[in-house]
Structure formats: structure tokens, C-alpha cells
């Protein structure tokens, strides 16, 4: 966004002092300027893409400030900006999903946003998700999605084996019998593929009974995460679901079953709102997808709430220009904009209430609004996991640990022992 | 008259000079300064700088993060519990069962990594071997033989690994080959035994011509005589090479026997890109398990991940010094010296 036009001349050195100046100065400007902020941005779909061009029109309206936004794999932000940050570098603002997991790192913006009150008043269910805890009460950023983690289906091949899609209220069972016949029958590879990640797992599991925290408000793994646990287990045991997602990689590799689910091997995948705008391009008119409401257990048939937000970050040099990019990216027409060109679920209340014009197909279309309608269902607790700063302590090894049972390294009570004796292990390590 | 090019090169050979004598007068005064003897430091000091600053400095913090506690990154922030994460790491009912431990990860990449750096090493210095035995004889397209066997040397362990993905994955093209032929297609990045069995593979694949390079050399320098006056008492081939070659070579055997264990105990970037460790932890290393505890777990566990590093870095000292010492053993019986 940012070329320098100034023309080359031969580098000529004419004193020492110079050299020392002229080395100092490179290397300030390597790492921001006055007036110049760097977002770090990952993308799940065209977010990187959208924030440059409303950075462009910010910075017609502010001259005197400069955004970079550096476009990074979502790897780097889950492992890099974190030691960074620690490190005392990084970017000055960054899009992050481990809300509460970083908050000691971000940089309150209340001094530097126009109207605190429009920014309570529109994001304060989602500002505490960003807050080291319930007597904080500052900004810090603001939410660029709302997610809720839900299944996909492909309608063609029910309609090909003639099997009814399961109503609204159907259990997990009920879902894995219909997607095993439809399998079946139309000789697909598999029923149902979770992606490998701990916090898709965790809505089935809050379903199935799982109150994921005791009486004092540590994490737990009782008989519903147990419940689930075994469910998904023996799906994959069996065959209903894709042994490779979960056991064919290591640790806690994140894997998604996308590319199953786009192919045709799979019936049902569950994965989360953020897919819709990649179902629509990659699988277009290849077959019918759906999103249906989450599946119910004994206690619940509720999705994990999530998403990614744009934080301000303690370090940058420049909080001032960092918070008014911030409350202009928040204010109502750009936000608007923004949702509309990303497709993504609005965390502003008020854009929210007036609806965004969406211009996609109607099954992305109807997709969104399937996943917009189970925001109420969703259980207090996975609101709860959601925004507790230590939820990666669970997440990670369920990825990790199922998979190494899935994969028959383990077996499923050693693997949730261990999943709860790390979590213990890494909580204690945090608290250290 | 002379050419162009022999012009240039007499105009290159006084501008050499020149700086060569415009340096004269300056080293003579920091020459005078420090004394001769010191003079050895001023060249070496830039090295020193270096060594000191990104291989020194970073073992020094290493051991400090090894005896501290926390998830914080700073030293000044980081609580000393003294031998508590070695007591972690070693904290096992049964050594043997990497299960019975509390970081069972731990173990199971050590176990690992024992078994891939004895089956790695040695396939490979045996094929390195074979490999620069023959390209060592007159065969056609030599020259074209050692690039094909160099060539993956060059590539980055990234683009070996994202290569062999692509071979080996459930739609790669091996499967579509034994679809091909009429054959089901096989997990092979998903089944324990042959992600294990590919690691090995991919691994010789990407690394044998750099150590087949070395052993060419030492074959190369054997001199022609020694195999001449074998031929002449009539010595079998057999003979020749266990007789001449193999002890000639040992020397250069040694280098790429320590070179290559010191790689495999360390191998990390194109496994963790071809396998990601799985399927369960079956091709998870150590490099991986410390890079996992100190940079990919939400919370990092900076102390643990050092203190296995140091364990890491002990045993590949123990390793090095038992093999130098055993090398040093045969040398000395195949020369009779060193009772």
C-alpha cells in the first residue's frame, strides 16, 4: 500500500556520523514510524483484503496516519504473536481468536475512541470477552466476527438415498444413524467429520452434559465431556468418521475437513459460521450444502460462540492512531460495510438489529441465517468457555489426546485422564 | 599487445595490491598497539561476536530457563524451581513404558527418535556408500548421476516435505499409481508403521548426497596404486574393499556416521511438515516435543522445553564423544599404534 516514490540515487557515503544516522533511521523505520501502525492480519476468507481497502480510505481521512496491514498464516498468531508479545514486539494491532488467552497484552483504547458509550453500547456482550476479568472495564478492540460452530450437510446425497433430513431437535445419535444410511447408500466414505480442534469438539460435548468448570470455576472433564468423548470415539472407530482427521496428524495440529466434506466423502461435517463464504466458492454448484441447527444431547443442542477480533496491543508505539483506526473500523458504516463484503456474523448490536445486506447466494444466504438463529440457543457455559482467558488448556490436548486414541496409541480412558492431567498442567504453569 | 581480458586482469591483480598496501600501514600501527601475539584475537574477534551472541548467549539463557518456572518470557519474571521440570521430565514408573510417565510425550519422542536415528543412519551411510562406490567408477552420464543424487541436498526441508505430501497423501500420486494398476490405496501418512517407514525414506532421499559427496571424496583420494598392486597379487574385489577401501575410508565413515547421527537426533522441519508428528505421536521427535511445550501449547512451558533441550543436547555430547572415541579405538588397532 505504502511504495516510497522517491527516486534512487547512489548510495554515497560522504561521513561516519552519516553512515551511524542513516543506519539508525533505517532501522526505526523497519519498525514503525510516527504516525505509521502495522495490523497483523489472518484471513478466513477475503478479512485481510477488506480491511486494507477501508485502511486506504481511513488514511484519505487521516493524513497524518499510515496503516500497514501485514496479511499472516493463522499460524503465526496462534504461535508467533504470542511470543512476541512476550517479547515485548509485535504488531500494534493484530487479529486474534485467543481473546482472554492474551489480554495482558492489549492496550486500552477508551482514551482514543470518540464515544466509550457507542462502543458498550454495542459491543458489550463481546467486550468482556476481551477483558482480563469481570472488574476490567476498559476497550481493547472489537470483535470483526461472531462465529457459532454448527454442521453442514450435504442435502444432494439425502436426497439421493431418499433419506429424510433429521428434524431441528434430532441428537447426535439420530444424525450419526441418518448420515451412516445416507453414507451408505450412496456408497460415501464416511458419516460425519469434526474438524480436529478442541473447541468444535466442546459443543457436542456441552450437549452431551459437559459443564466444562466445577463449583470453584476450575475446568473439569465429567461424564457428559466423557459421554462425547466416547461417542466420537468409537465414530471413528467404526468407521463413521475419517480416522486421518483427528489421528493422522500429531499434537494439536489444527485440521479442518473441509476439503472431505467439499469432495463429496463425507455426509455431515461440523465445523462453524466462518466456512459459508468457502462453501460458496469451493463448492459452488458441485452439490446442495446446508447448515442445520447444532444436534441435541441430554443437556443442550448448542454450538461454541467465537470469532476473531482486531485488539490494539500494548506495545505499539502509536495508541492514539491505533485507537482511532479501531473506532473507525467500529463506527456503524464501515462495520456494516465490513460484515456485507466479509459475510460474517455481526458482533454490533446495532448493525445486527438493522440486518446486513448480504451479497451472496442463497444458500450461503440461508446458511447465515441458520447459524445467526442458534446465537440464542447457545448454553450459558459455552459463552462461558468461550471468553475464560485458560480455555486453550482443555481445547489443546482434546485435539491432541483423542487423537492419539483415535489413532491407537492409547486407550480412550488413558486419553482422557491425560486430557485432564495436562489441563491441570498447564493451568497450574499459567497461575505460576 | 595484450587482450582485453588479460588487461582486466592486470588492472584487478594493482587494485588488489593497492588495498593490500593501503592496509599495510594501519595493521603495522594496530600491530604495534597490541603486540603480535594478541594480534591472532583482532581476527578471530568478529567470529567470537557471533558465536557469542547466537550460540553461547542463547545456551547460557537455556540453562537459566531450564531451572526456572512460569510462562513468562522474561528472565527477571521467571521463578527458580531449581530441578523441578528435569524432575517432570524423569518423573516415570517404568522407563520403558512411556506411558507409565507423567510427560509420556516426552518419552515417546525419545523412543522415537532412538529408532529413527539407528534405522536412518545407518540405511543411509550404507546407501551413501553403495551410491559413492559407484559413481566412484566409470559409469556413462557420471557427472549427470552425482547432480540427480546431490540435487535434493539443495532443496529446503520445507519443499522436500510439501514434495513427498504430495506424493504420498490419500489422493497423491502413489495411490492414484496403484489405483492405476489396479491396487487399493494405502494411508500412508495416516498408518503408524508406514508414516514411520516414510519419515526414514524421505529423510535418506533429501540428505544422502551431501554424506555419499564426502564419502566420493575419501574414495577419491585413495590412491590408484594400492589397488593396482592388489589386482597384481590377484586380491579379490571383496577383498580390496575391506582390506583398502573400508580402512582408507574410515576417516571420512567417521565424519558422516557423527554428522549423520547428530542430524537425525535433530530432525524437525520436514517431518513436522510431512507428518505433523502423527498420526498420534508415532513421528514425533524431540525437536518437535520442545518446540510444541515452549511455542505451539497455548501455554508455553518455556522451563520444561529447555530442559529438554539440555537433554537433548547431552546426549547428542555423549553420542559424538562415544563415536569419536570408538573411531579413535579402530584407527589406533589398524595402525598398531595407541597401546
Same mark, same amino acid.
Given at each position: 500500500?505504502?511504495?516510497?516514490?522517491?527516486?534512487?540515487?547512489?548510495?554515497?557515503?560522504?561521513?561516519?556520523?552519516?553512515? #551511524?544516522? %542513516?543506519?539508525?533511521?533505517?532501522?526505526?523505520?523497519?519498525?514503525?514510524?510516527?504516525?505509521?501502525?502495522?495490523?497483523?492480519?489472518?484471513?478466513?476468507?477475503?478479512?485481510?483484503?477488506? =480491511?486494507?481497502?477501508?485502511?486506504?480510505?481511513?488514511e484519505?481521512?487521516?493524513?497524518?496516519?499510515?496503516?500497514?496491514?501485514?496479511?499472516?498464516?493463522?499460524? !503465526?498468531?496462534?504461535?508467533?504473536?504470542?511470543?512476541?508479545?512476550? %517479547?515485548?514486539?509485535?504488531?500494534?494491532?493484530?487479529?486474534?481468536?485467543?481473546?482472554?488467552?492474551?489480554?495482558?497484552?492489549?492496550?486500552?483504547?477508551?482514551?482514543?475512541?470518540?464515544?466509550?458509550?457507542?462502543?458498550?453500547?454495542?459491543?458489550?456482550?463481546?467486550?468482556?470477552?476481551?477483558?482480563?476479568?469481570?472488574?476490567?472495564?476498559?476497550?481493547?478492540?472489537?470483535?470483526?466476527?461472531? =462465529?457459532?460452530?454448527?454442521?453442514?450437510?450435504?442435502?444432494?446425497l439425502?436426497?439421493?438415498?431418499?433419506?429424510?433430513?433429521?428434524?431441528?431437535?434430532?441428537?447426535?445419535?439420530?444424525?450419526?444413524?441418518?448420515?451412516r444410511?445416507?453414507?451408505?447408500?450412496?456408497?460415501?466414505?464416511?458419516?460425519?467429520?469434526?474438524?480436529?480442534?478442541?473447541?468444535?469438539?466442546?459443543?457436542?460435548?456441552?450437549?452431551?452434559?459437559?459443564?466444562?468448570?466445577?463449583?470453584?470455576?476450575?475446568?473439569?472433564?465429567?461424564?457428559?465431556?466423557k459421554?462425547? %468423548?466416547?461417542?466420537?470415539?468409537?465414530?471413528?472407530?467404526?468407521?463413521?468418521?475419517?480416522?486421518?482427521?483427528?489421528?493422522?496428524?500429531?499434537?494439536?495440529t489444527?485440521?479442518?475437513?473441509?476439503?472431505?466434506?467439499?469432495?463429496?466423502?463425507?455426509?455431515?461435517?461440523?465445523?462453524?459460521?466462518?466456512?459459508?463464504?468457502?462453501?460458496?466458492?469451493?463448492?459452488?454448484?458441485?452439490?446442495?450444502?446446508?447448515a442445520?441447527?447444532?444436534?441435541?444431547?441430554?443437556?443442550?443442542?448448542?454450538?461454541?460462540?467465537?470469532? !476473531?477480533?482486531?485488539?490494539?496491543?500494548?506495545? =505499539?508505539?502509536?495508541?492514539?492512531?491505533?485507537?482511532?483506526?479501531?473506532?473507525?473500523?467500529?463506527?456503524?458504516?464501515?462495520?456494516?460495510?465490513?460484515?456485507?463484503?466479509?459475510?460474517?456474523?455481526?458482533?454490533?448490536?446495532?448493525?445486527?438489529?438493522?440486518?446486513v445486506?448480504?451479497?451472496?447466494?442463497?444458500?450461503?444466504?440461508?446458511?447465515?441465517?441458520?447459524?445467526?438463529?442458534? #446465537?440464542?440457543?447457545?448454553?450459558?457455559?459455552?459463552?462461558?468457555?468461550?471468553?475464560?482467558?485458560?480455555?486453550?488448556?482443555?481445547?489443546?490436548?482434546?485435539?491432541?489426546?483423542?487423537?492419539?486414541?483415535?489413532?491407537?496409541?492409547?486407550?480412550?480412558?488413558?486419553?482422557?485422564?491425560?486430557?485432564?492431567?495436562?489441563?491441570?498442567?498447564?493451568?497450574?504453569?499459567?497461575?505460576? | 599487445?595484450?587482450?582485453?581480458?588479460?588487461?582486466?586482469?592486470?588492472?584487478?591483480?594493482? +587494485?588488489?595490491?593497492?588495498?593490500?598496501?593501503?592496509l599495510?600501514?594501519?595493521?603495522? +600501527?594496530?600491530?604495534?598497539?597490541?603486540?603480535?601475539?594478541?594480534?591472532?584475537?583482532?581476527f578471530?574477534?568478529?567470529?567470537? $561476536?557471533?558465536?557469542?551472541?547466537?550460540?553461547?548467549?542463547?545456551?547460557?539463557i537455556?540453562?537459566?530457563?531450564?531451572?526456572?518456572?512460569?510462562?513468562?518470557?522474561?528472565?527477571?519474571?521467571?521463578?527458580? $524451581?531449581?530441578?523441578?521440570?528435569?524432575? $517432570? *521430565?524423569?518423573?516415570?514408573?517404568?522407563?520403558?513404558?512411556?506411558?507409565?510417565?507423567?510427560?509420556?510425550?516426552?518419552?515417546?519422542?525419545?523412543?522415537?527418535?532412538?529408532?529413527?536415528?539407528?534405522?536412518?543412519?545407518?540405511?543411509?551411510?550404507?546407501?551413501?556408500?553403495?551410491?559413492?562406490?559407484?559413481?566412484?567408477?566409470?559409469?556413462?552420464?557420471?557427472?549427470?548421476?552425482?547432480g540427480?543424487?546431490?540435487?535434493? $541436498?539443495? *532443496?529446503?526441508?520445507?519443499?522436500?516435505?510439501?514434495?513427498?505430501?504430495?506424493?504420498?497423501?490419500?489422493?497423491?500420486?502413489?495411490?492414484a499409481?496403484?489405483?492405476?494398476?489396479?491396487?487399493?490405496?494405502?494411508?500412508?501418512?495416516?498408518? +503408524?508403521?508406514?508414516?514411520?517407514?516414510?519419515?526414514?525414506?524421505?529423510?535418506?532421499?533429501?540428505?544422502?548426497?551431501?554424506?555419499?559427496?564426502?564419502? *566420493?571424496?575419501?574414495?577419491?583420494?585413495?590412491?590408484?596404486?594400492?589397488y593396482e598392486?592388489?589386482?597384481?597379487?590377484?586380491?579379490?574385489?571383496?577383498?580390496?574393499?575391506s582390506?583398502?577401501?573400508?580402512?582408507?575410508?574410515?576417516?571420512?565413515?567417521?565424519?558422516?556416521?557423527?554428522?549423520?547421527?547428530?542430524?537425525?537426533?535433530?530432525?524437525?522441519?520436514?517431518?513436522?511438515? *510431512?507428518?505433523?508428528?502423527?498420526?498420534?505421536?508415532?513421528?514425533?521427535?524431540?525437536?518437535?516435543?520442545?518446540?510444541?511445550?515452549?511455542?505451539?501449547?497455548?501455554i508455553?512451558?518455556?522451563?520444561?522445553?529447555?530442559?529438554?533441550?539440555?537433554?537433548?543436547?547431552?546426549?547428542?555430547?555423549?553420542?559424538?564423544?562415544?563415536?569419536?572415541?570408538?573411531?579413535?579405538?579402530?584407527?589406533?588397532?589398524?595402525?598398531?599404534?595407541?597401546?
Amino acid at each position: 500500500m505504502h511504495t516510497s516514490t522517491r527516486p534512487f540515487t547512489p548510495f554515497r557515503v560522504t561521513s561516519f556520523p552519516r553512515l #551511524v544516522a %542513516a543506519a539508525i533511521i533505517a532501522l526505526a523505520s523497519g519498525v514503525a514510524g510516527a504516525g505509521e501502525i502495522r495490523v497483523a492480519c489472518y484471513s478466513d476468507g477475503n478479512e485481510c483484503e477488506v =480491511t486494507q481497502d477501508l485502511a486506504k480510505r481511513f488514511e484519505a481521512q487521516n493524513a497524518d496516519v499510515k496503516v500497514i496491514v501485514d496479511k499472516v498464516p493463522y499460524k !503465526a498468531i496462534l504461535e508467533q504473536l504470542p511470543v512476541q508479545l512476550a %517479547a515485548g514486539e509485535g504488531p500494534d494491532i493484530a487479529r486474534v481468536t485467543d481473546l482472554g488467552g492474551l489480554a495482558k497484552y492489549y492496550l486500552d483504547i477508551t482514551p482514543y475512541v470518540k464515544d466509550p458509550k457507542y462502543w458498550e453500547a454495542n459491543f458489550g456482550q463481546t467486550l468482556k470477552w476481551l477483558r482480563a476479568d469481570p472488574a476490567d472495564k476498559g476497550i481493547y478492540g472489537m470483535m470483526t466476527q461472531l =462465529t457459532v460452530t454448527g454442521p453442514y450437510v450435504n442435502k444432494t446425497l439425502f436426497e439421493q438415498a431418499k433419506i429424510p433430513l433429521p428434524g431441528p431437535k434430532a441428537t447426535w445419535d439420530e444424525w450419526a444413524d441418518a448420515a451412516r444410511k445416507v453414507a451408505k447408500a450412496t456408497q460415501t466414505p464416511y458419516a460425519i467429520a469434526f474438524d480436529r480442534s478442541g473447541h468444535r469438539f466442546m459443543g457436542p460435548a456441552i450437549s452431551a452434559g459437559a459443564k466444562v468448570f466445577d463449583a470453584k470455576g476450575n475446568l473439569v472433564i465429567d461424564d457428559g465431556y466423557k459421554a462425547m %468423548a466416547k461417542r466420537f470415539y468409537d465414530w471413528n472407530r467404526d468407521g463413521t468418521s475419517p480416522k486421518d482427521i483427528w489421528g493422522g496428524v500429531g499434537g494439536n495440529t489444527y485440521k479442518d475437513a473441509f476439503e472431505e466434506f467439499a469432495n463429496g466423502r463425507v455426509v455431515m461435517y461440523l465445523s462453524g459460521s466462518w466456512q459459508i463464504r468457502r462453501m460458496d466458492t469451493q463448492i459452488g454448484k458441485n452439490f446442495d450444502w446446508i447448515a442445520v441447527p447444532n444436534p441435541c444431547g441430554p443437556a443442550a443442542c448448542t454450538g461454541i460462540p467465537g470469532g !476473531a477480533a482486531f485488539v490494539a496491543l500494548k506495545r =505499539t508505539k502509536n495508541p492514539r492512531d491505533a485507537g482511532r483506526f479501531l473506532d473507525y473500523l467500529a463506527s456503524e458504516p464501515v462495520y456494516t460495510e465490513y460484515m456485507a463484503r466479509t459475510e460474517n456474523i455481526p458482533a454490533h448490536a446495532g448493525v445486527a438489529k438493522k440486518g446486513v445486506d448480504y451479497k451472496i447466494s442463497t444458500a450461503a444466504k440461508a446458511a447465515l441465517d441458520t447459524f445467526v438463529a442458534e #446465537v440464542p440457543k447457545l448454553a450459558p457455559v459455552a459463552y462461558d468457555i468461550q471468553g475464560y482467558k485458560y480455555n486453550r488448556a482443555i481445547f489443546n490436548p482434546t485435539a491432541a489426546r483423542l487423537g492419539q486414541a483415535i489413532a491407537g496409541e492409547m486407550s480412550l480412558d488413558d486419553a482422557v485422564k491425560r486430557i485432564g492431567s495436562d489441563m491441570d498442567e498447564q493451568v497450574k504453569a499459567a497461575q505460576k | 599487445m595484450s587482450t582485453p581480458r588479460a588487461a582486466a586482469a592486470g588492472f584487478a591483480a594493482s +587494485a588488489f595490491k593497492g588495498a593490500l598496501d593501503a592496509l599495510d600501514v594501519p595493521m603495522r +600501527a594496530v600491530q604495534r598497539v597490541l603486540g603480535v601475539p594478541r594480534i591472532a584475537w583482532m581476527f578471530v574477534a568478529p567470529n567470537l $561476536v557471533i558465536l557469542g551472541l547466537f550460540t553461547f548467549l542463547p545456551i547460557v539463557i537455556d540453562f537459566y530457563f531450564a531451572f526456572t518456572g512460569g510462562v513468562q518470557l522474561y528472565p527477571s519474571q521467571r521463578p527458580f $524451581v531449581g530441578a523441578e521440570n528435569f524432575a $517432570v *521430565l524423569f518423573d516415570c514408573t517404568d522407563y520403558l513404558d512411556p506411558s507409565s510417565c507423567n510427560k509420556d510425550l516426552f518419552w515417546r519422542s525419545i523412543f522415537n527418535t532412538a529408532k529413527f536415528a539407528a534405522l536412518q543412519v545407518v540405511l543411509m551411510v550404507t546407501f551413501a556408500l553403495v551410491t559413492a562406490l559407484v559413481l566412484n567408477r566409470k559409469i556413462i552420464a557420471r557427472g549427470f548421476w552425482r547432480g540427480v543424487f546431490f540435487y535434493p $541436498v539443495l *532443496l529446503s526441508p520445507v519443499v522436500v516435505a510439501l514434495i513427498w505430501k504430495w506424493v504420498l497423501q490419500r489422493e497423491g500420486i502413489l495411490n492414484a499409481a496403484l489405483v492405476g494398476v489396479g491396487a487399493s490405496p494405502v494411508e500412508w501418512l495416516t498408518q +503408524a508403521n508406514w508414516a514411520f517407514f516414510w519419515c526414514i525414506f524421505v529423510s535418506i532421499w533429501a540428505h544422502m548426497g551431501f554424506y555419499m559427496l564426502i564419502l *566420493l571424496a575419501g574414495l577419491q583420494a585413495i590412491p590408484a596404486d594400492l589397488y593396482e598392486a592388489a589386482e597384481m597379487d590377484s586380491a579379490s574385489p571383496w577383498r580390496r574393499f575391506s582390506r583398502i577401501t573400508l580402512p582408507l575410508l574410515m576417516p571420512n565413515l567417521v565424519v558422516v556416521l557423527v554428522l549423520g547421527l547428530i542430524r537425525a537426533v535433530q530432525i524437525f522441519d520436514e517431518i513436522f511438515v *510431512l507428518t505433523g508428528g502423527g498420526p498420534g505421536s508415532a513421528t514425533t521427535f524431540i525437536v518437535q516435543f520442545i518446540y510444541t511445550t515452549g511455542f505451539a501449547e497455548a501455554i508455553r512451558q518455556y522451563g520444561l522445553a529447555a530442559a529438554a533441550s539440555l537433554v537433548l543436547a547431552l546426549s547428542l555430547l555423549f553420542l559424538t564423544l562415544m563415536q569419536l572415541k570408538l573411531s579413535k579405538r579402530s584407527t589406533a588397532s589398524r595402525t598398531g599404534r595407541g597401546e
